[in-house]
């Protein structure tokens, strides 16, 4: 019922940066929690960061933090995530999540929403 619409893929060289967006026309996310995840082709899905409702705390997955930087601006209502020194296997579909639970550990992270189409991050030259 909540529509997460997320934005700010595309194609991109090795060694470029993207900043995708997560937003809901419908819906205040700054009351929540909130999480990226991404799947690459032939994965499963897995997560790359979390962020608390005030933006206080943030996590990463394993192997994430360092080029990943997630934030959010909850005067404009919206989440996003940096990704600096892109690498070919970063290619994945990334999605955004309303979650009931932050926590250092991604296999801890409670998801209140339902997944949107996401947005494609394709690297590659």
């Given at each position: 019922?909540?529509?997460?619409?997320?934005?700010?893929g595309g194609l991109v060289q090795p060694?470029?940066?993207?900043?995708?967006?997560?937003?809901?026309p419908t819906f205040t996310l700054s009351f929540w929690s909130m999480g990226w995840f991404r799947?690459?082709?032939?994965?499963?899905?897995?997560g790359v960061s979390c962020?608390?409702?005030?933006g206080e705390f943030t996590y990463y997955g394993d192997s994430m933090n360092g080029r990943?930087?997630?934030?959010?601006d909850n005067s404009q209502d919206t989440v996003y995530l940096e990704i600096d020194r892109l690498k070919?296997?970063?290619t994945a579909v990334y999605f955004c999540a309303i979650l009931n639970s932050c926590e250092p550990a991604t296999t801890r992270w409670t998801r209140?929403?339902?997944?949107?189409?996401?947005?494609?991050?394709?690297?590659?030259?």
């Open positions: 019922q909540v529509r997460l619409v997320e934005s700010g060694g470029g940066s993207l900043r995708l967006s997560c937003s809901a799947q690459a082709p032939g994965e499963e899905r897995e962020i608390s409702a005030n990943f930087t997630i934030s959010r070919p296997k970063d209140y929403s339902s997944w949107g189409q996401g947005t494609q991050v394709t690297v590659s030259s």
